[in-house]
C-alpha cells in the first residue's frame, strides 16, 4: 500500500523565519512531487511541484527532493501570518494519474 | 477563466437517505477526479474520468458509490443509501490532456454530514 507520511503538526514559527515541511513516501516507482497548501474550508491550491532530485525553487518556496531517501520537503523562507495554513503532500506514481495524499502539516506563523 | 466548483457546498442527511453532489471542472479539462477526506484521515482517490468514461475507479468505497459524467462535462457522486461512515469532504478536481503538466486543481469540497 502507498503511503505518504506527514507530521500533523501544528507546526508554529514566528513571522520572517523559514519554516520547514517535511514528507516521506514508500514507493520508489513514485514519480512528481507536490506541495498544496489549503486555507480551512478552502480549495487545496498547488505550491509547487518537482520531479527531479535537488532544489527547485519559486520566490519564497523552495522545495527539494530526495528519491534515494524517499523524502520531499518544502521550506518556506521570510514566512508571513498568511502563510498559515495546512500544506499537503501529494505523490503521483508513473502513469501520472491519481495523486497519493499525505494526511497534511498545519503550520502557524505567528506575528 | 473559472475554476472548479462544487455543489453542494455542504449537506447533512440521515443515515439511509440519498445525496448527490455535483461537480463542475474548468472548462475543457477532460480529466476529471473524485477525492474524498473523512476526519482526521489523509485525502484518498475515489475514481477518475477521462471524458465520459471511468478510467480509474479502484478507489470507490462500495456499491453504494455510483459516479457518473454524461457528456463528459459535469459529473456527479450520488452516494444511495448513505451511511455515518460516508461523511468527510469529498474533493472534485480536474486536469487538461495533452498539457505536460500533472498539477489537478481542486474545487472547495462538499463537507457530507450522515447523522
Known amino acids: 500500500q502507498k503511503e505518504v507520511e506527514q507530521n500533523s503538526g501544528p507546526l508554529s514559527v514566528p513571522e520572517g523565519a523559514i519554516a520547514s515541511l517535511n514528507c516521506t513516501y514508500s514507493d520508489r516507482g513514485s514519480q512528481s512531487f507536490f506541495w498544496y497548501r489549503q486555507y480551512s474550508g478552502k480549495s487545496p491550491e498547488l505550491i509547487m511541484f518537482?520531479?527531479?532530485?535537488g532544489d527547485k525553487e519559486d520566490g519564497r518556496f523552495t522545495a527539494q527532493l530526495n528519491k534515494a531517501s524517499q523524502y520531499v520537503s518544502l521550506l518556506i523562507r521570510d514566512s508571513q501570518p498568511s502563510d498559515s495554513a495546512t500544506y499537503l503532500c501529494a505523490v503521483i506514481e508513473y502513469n501520472f494519474n491519481k495523486f497519493y495524499f499525505g494526511s497534511g502539516t498545519k503550520l502557524n506563523v505567528k506575528p | 477563466e473559472a475554476g472548479v466548483t462544487q455543489f453542494p457546498s455542504h449537506s447533512v442527511i440521515e443515515k439511509g437517505q440519498t445525496v448527490t453532489l455535483r461537480c463542475d471542472p474548468i472548462?475543457?479539462?477532460?480529466?476529471l477526479y473524485w477525492y474524498r477526506r473523512v476526519m482526521g484521515k489523509e485525502i484518498k482517490f475515489l475514481l477518475h474520468?477521462?471524458?465520459?468514461?471511468?478510467?480509474?475507479e479502484s478507489g470507490m468505497p462500495n456499491n453504494r458509490f455510483l459516479a457518473e459524467r454524461t457528456g463528459g462535462t459535469y459529473s456527479t457522486l450520488k452516494v444511495q443509501p448513505a451511511e455515518l461512515e460516508d461523511s468527510g469532504v469529498y474533493f472534485c478536481?480536474?486536469?487538461?490532456?495533452?498539457?505536460?503538466?500533472?498539477?489537478?486543481?481542486f474545487g472547495p469540497g462538499t463537507r457530507l454530514t450522515v447523522t
Open positions: 474520468f477521462v471524458k465520459e468514461s471511468k478510467q480509474d
Open positions: 472548462s475543457g479539462h477532460d480529466n
Open positions: 518537482i520531479y527531479s532530485n
Open positions: 478536481a480536474s486536469r487538461p490532456s495533452g498539457s505536460g503538466s500533472y498539477e489537478q486543481y
